[in-house]
């Protein structure tokens, strides 16, 4: 192979890098963005970050936004800017483009295990005020004797186990045993608790949704209660989500909200019932093209799998009445109208909700980001990739 | 913004690049591979391609691998040094790599819509042998256009819809019609059909994928009398896929097959019956630490969404009797036992056969090539992410 490939380069076919044109600059119109792409519609956004910014603000909360929703640095200082107190990350990898951009306040809201990802973090650590999760003591001294043996320290918050059955410590004795283990040990200090409930997040009905919260709150309280007992000090309850916000902010027990999709919005988090409660706008988009009109009863466009998450259902479009994604090919998306009279033509392109934001921003390299018609930025979705 | 990073730069807080270590080295153990990663067993990747290439030779027929499936380079120089005619690729941007490591018979199999795509194959086009699909008269003559316009020409194959209601013409008619205007334009040629049915891949009984082969062999036989009796030669017919190749080749319609998977496996196609047909073995793994031990009835691991693809499945692992991957979420996936004694502990390594494999591909910038215990190779999935 590489001697096929030496032979080619020296009777010089192998060529110079072919120029693969971004799909949009700054100033075009958005019509021209070459698809597909993942856009952004900035005034949405901006609505978003305020909304969500003004309501833990009202209570008194941080809001601390979850970077791994859209793993894009130019997104967390503009949410840093509106005031939030940091942000969190899920992965220590994920983490660096974000301390890279000048982030400085990062909650890595994961366990993390591997002499590796160890190493990486403490390199973090001197740089920016880094709190990790740990479940579970071997874990602990491991990041004890990583931090101390690179010269940094790290806060560790106890995670907690509110319901989700994934990771977490099961009871108030164990919390306080490893909240009493890291006030010992070198390289880490206790912090606080971490509470998080996935699961609630995505319950259909908001009445639901708030006596789930309520559940998880009198089990946070048990916890604060045994840290109290044991004289230990929990400055910090992280936790909650986009779609209990409104209630994990009035809760009294979080001093500060994780949210994510609040920003953006997807199918999954936009077909659940909002009440009065909140309202956050659809900002993120895929642009795909319509590249097959085959028969008249469908549309073929231009993006799948590799473009779109769909393990939460297809991406919808929108400004097209009638018209319904099917299904999701590897690089192939079906759409159906209910009137062959409302299916587009070829080379339309069409803006659609992806059916689940983080994962689908981490399908691409960048995010184009748009007011009205005119393309304003392309923002790199730095952390792209990088699940270590 | 951009105040705050310039005042942090001036301070010397904004660090130099972190180095993310590699996952592994060449030459390192296959234990210390970091996660998550993807794993190529190249003993068993190297029987697959041999097993497919043979069965090709044995029936006359092409065998052109896709591409799609891998996103790699260095796969395709394997497959093509062990006798493949070239190579299928499915987005004008995604072969641009493959061109670049030397390849140069490659097939675009998919309709091509849009000014910044069709320039794009016009640079490709000087460089390689490339064909592409059509099926509409309109994007036939822009494809015309665009390579009279910049001095390329490219082979042009009627893609026909032999069942699967996705792209293609629908009958003969506008199959011959295509080829005589492909005849007659500029910088295209006709060079014969493409008739790929996705969905037959996977039906689940042999003998059911036997009886949609032959319904599709002799729709097949429909379009080549069309061409015949219209007095256009048809060299090539092009389609075929893993789950249906051993049929294919024996079909005496396709004089070239377009299989992917083969070469990998995944939990989809390892699902399905294979008789005594073909004995392809899953050569593709993902690598997941254990990060979290919460409970008796379960195994945290440090991969999701964004390192394997689910909407087919959760991956599976192996070489753990009793051991079931029953949730992937953003970052993380459950495991349980069906006895706790047989639950990893925390740090355990686990080998995981991903769902679905061209989608999982594409989550990832390298695969880490191992043979037995020794990490071999490093080798970059250069057209990830490249969609468009």
Known sequence: MEELKLREREAGLVPEAFCIAPAAVAGSLSQDIDTPSLVLDLDAFEDNLRTMQVLAERHGVALRPHAKAHRCPEIALRQVALGAAGICCQKVAEAVPFVQAGLRDIHISNEIVGEPKLRLLAQLARKAHITVCVDHPTALKALSAAMAGHGASVGVLVDVDVGQKRCGVQTPDEA???????????????????????????????????????????????????????????????????????????????????????????????????GEALAFRHSLFLLGTVMSTPAADRAIMDFGLKSTSAESGAPQPVGWPGLRCVAVHDEHSILQADDSKNLPVLGDKIRLIPGHCDPTFNLHDSVVAVRGDRVEAIWAISARGLSR
Request: net charge positive; with cysteine.
């Open 176 to 274: 306080v045993a490893l909240a009493g283990l890291a006030q010992s040990l070198p390289g880490v200090g206790f912090t606080g608790i971490q509470a998080y409930h996935g699961g609630l997040q995505h319950k259909r009905s908001l009445d639901q949704r708030r006596k789930s919260c309520d559940k998880a709150t009198r089990l946070i309280r048990r916890y604060l209660d045994a840290l109290e007992r044991a004289g230990i000090a929990c400055p910090v309850v992280t936790g909650g989500g986009t779609g209990t916000a409104v209630f994990d902010v009035a809760s009294q027990v979080y001093t500060e909200i994780q949210s994510g999709t609040y920003a953006f919005m997807d199918t999954d988090y936009g077909s659940i019932d909002w």
